[in-house]
């Protein structure tokens, strides 16, 4: 089955300054990969996602990258808020919309 | 618009008692999942239904039942529980054709 590696589990950033995560999938059939936020006591839920049709996708400061030949994808948030402090996930799906979930990466921006 | 309601919010049982997890989504979805998030592990999948009338097991399925009891409603069922089962219980629906899946706000739930 699919298997997602999620980096950093941790990542602590200046406000104003970049933020990038990792995520590496298995399966090359995997053709839609989803970005959650989470934040404490709250479901996930979805900022961002992108199809493999696409290499990239933008909505305000939030982007997503695919590069489906070496099977990874990330995410950018440009100018972090201490709002954007919250646990973020990845995943990708193939068959049937089901979704198999990185390990999540914890982000801190400091004020 | 609720989108997806999750009851109860916290629960704590002992070893060997019983418990249903209950799930309702107003979104009109035909699909609907059962995740659990454990620490450091992200979410992973116990059961789905894909429609109203179907269930599958999903990556971690021992344990569970689940019941799909109307297109509204997917239920998750713990026999006899377990402190391995102590968890954070997310339920998710999504529609047809790879559309995004919505998640509740989870049931946390201790097992002693």
């Known amino acids: 089955g699919e298997n997602v590696e999620q980096h950093p589990s941790t990542l602590s950033v200046q406000e104003g300054d970049s933020a990038v995560i990792k995520c590496t999938y298995s399966d090359s059939a995997s053709n839609y990969f989803p970005w959650y936020k989470q934040e404490l006591g709250k479901g996930p839920q979805l900022i961002i996602d992108?199809?493999?049709?696409?290499g990239e996708k933008k909505d305000q400061r939030i982007a997503v990258t695919l590069n489906k030949t070496a099977k990874h994808f990330s995410l950018h948030i440009t100018e972090t808020q201490p709002e954007d402090s919250a646990v973020y996930f990845c995943a990708a799906s193939g068959r049937g919309n089901m979704l198999t979930f990185g390990g999540g990466t914890r982000l801190m921006v400091k004020p | 618009n609720a989108g997806v309601t999750q009851t109860p919010k916290f629960q704590v049982l002992k070893t060997g008692q019983s418990m249903t997890l209950q799930c309702a989504q107003d979104m009109n979805h035909n699909s609907m999942y059962w995740y659990r998030q454990d620490p450091g592990m992200g979410l992973r999948l116990i059961y789905y239904?894909?429609?109203?009338?179907?269930?599958d097991k999903g990556e971690v399925p021992n344990g569970y039942n689940v019941s799909r009891l109307n297109k509204r409603e997917f239920s998750l069922r713990l026999e006899s529980a377990a402190p391995s089962q102590t968890s954070v219980y997310f339920c998710?629906?999504?529609?047809?054709?790879?559309?995004?899946?919505?998640f509740g706000d989870g049931t946390r739930l201790s097992i002693l």
């Open positions: 239904s894909a429609s109203e009338g179907t269930t």
């Open positions: 998710a629906s999504s529609g047809q054709g790879g559309q995004p899946q919505h």
């Open positions: 992108i199809r493999s049709n696409v």
